[in-house]
């Protein structure tokens, strides 16, 4: 997803591939977090921030073979991430500089999330594989983002399209878990999964982007 | 950069990192493809296609193993590159769909060439930091034109920073054709150079969103 501050609203709705009852249980764990935030007058941007630092944690500490530390502190980075979108509502709305740095630092944090998980694999014994779905999952992820940016900036929304940023979180967490457990193909797997689908998604809202506006003129 | 139908008119310009006369022989060496392209009626998005997949081409044969080679068809997907931008113009502009498919096959068309460059350095005997370097040069240009469009999204230009496209595309002929020519390290050096240039571009960008919208408000 191109902002999380949209995210955290998805947590509201529904209609999505993340079961309802991971939806119920993040949005009780985050109400409180919420509240400490704003008795505390801490910013939205400076939750950002810090859920950014965690995230490169997480991914430092994958790097080194850590996969079930990993996931762990990886899924309190990305709770975070929605924490800055709900307490941006909670102020009475985000800024334009908001909405900005949290997509900007959600890219960066899945980029270094990923080198984290091909640096684990250069340490091993047969990286190829899974460093090159590593690279396709980074690549895919961003692409994603990327073509609903630039369709932004041509003013559409192009917000279609599968995995969107949780999905994909919930999905590495999981294969993270996995892999913990001596399931080492499930994160390969995931990331061949995460690859393929946000391939498919690019692929989609590029076609998307061209009915928009092949039908416009 | 975002666009390259920019990069195009940058050739026109000047006040870059790339000589001159770099861009005198291309300016050289495009204006009869255009004319050719112009009178076979070929148009401006057929060229984008056309350069991506020959992109694609130069990944491949540099993950075989042919840096030489690999530089060679390189260049010529991205002078390809730039003829898309000038045929819009000659043709009386180009569309919007045109300007986001451009942009957007040129990040995919990037992540892409960095998987070449990884995918050699996992056939060779010591992968880890090469690879790793590769990793950052993709995130980092991924992160630069993502800045901007992102920028564009809020209604800023953020056009700014170091390392723009055109000049990451001559630092990579020269680390591959280096490299090719039995100097290995100048490929490496040259990644983690458009690693750094592409990670302080973005940290510039950021900042600058910040002055700009922290002035507005």
Do not use: C
Not at 70 to 75: K, M, Q, S, Y
Not at 115 to 123: P, Q
Not at 155 to 163: D, E, H, S, Y
Request: aromatic share 8%; hydrophobic share 55%.
């Amino acid at each position: 997803m191109s902002a999380s501050r949209e995210q955290a609203q998805d947590l509201a709705r529904g209609g999505s591939l993340v079961p309802s009852w991971v939806k119920d249980t993040a949005r009780s764990v985050l109400a409180p977090i919420v509240r400490m935030a704003l008795r505390l007058h801490i910013t939205p941007n400076t939750v950002t921030v810090i859920g950014f630092f965690i995230v490169i944690v997480a991914a430092v500490v994958i790097g080194f073979g850590g996969l079930l530390a990993g996931a762990l502190i990886l899924t309190a980075g990305s709770l975070l991430d929605a924490v800055d979108g709900a307490l941006a509502r909670a102020t009475g709305g985000g800024t334009a500089f908001g909405s900005f740095l949290d997509s900007t630092l959600d890219r960066a944090a899945e980029a270094i999330l990923y080198m984290g998980v091909a640096a684990f694999y250069l340490g091993g014994s047969s990286p190829t594989w899974p460093v090159i779905a590593a690279l396709v999952a980074l690549a895919g992820s961003f692409m994603v983002s990327y073509a609903r940016a630039r369709a932004e900036g041509i003013g559409l929304t192009a917000a279609i399209g599968l995995a969107p940023r949780p999905e994909r979180i919930v999905l590495i967490v999981a294969g993270l878990i996995l892999a913990g457990l001596g399931i080492g193909a499930a994160l390969v797997a995931v990331l061949w999964i995460i690859g393929a689908l946000t391939v498919a998604t690019t692929a989609q809202r590029i076609w998307y982007v061209w009915r928009l506006t092949s039908t416009q003129g």
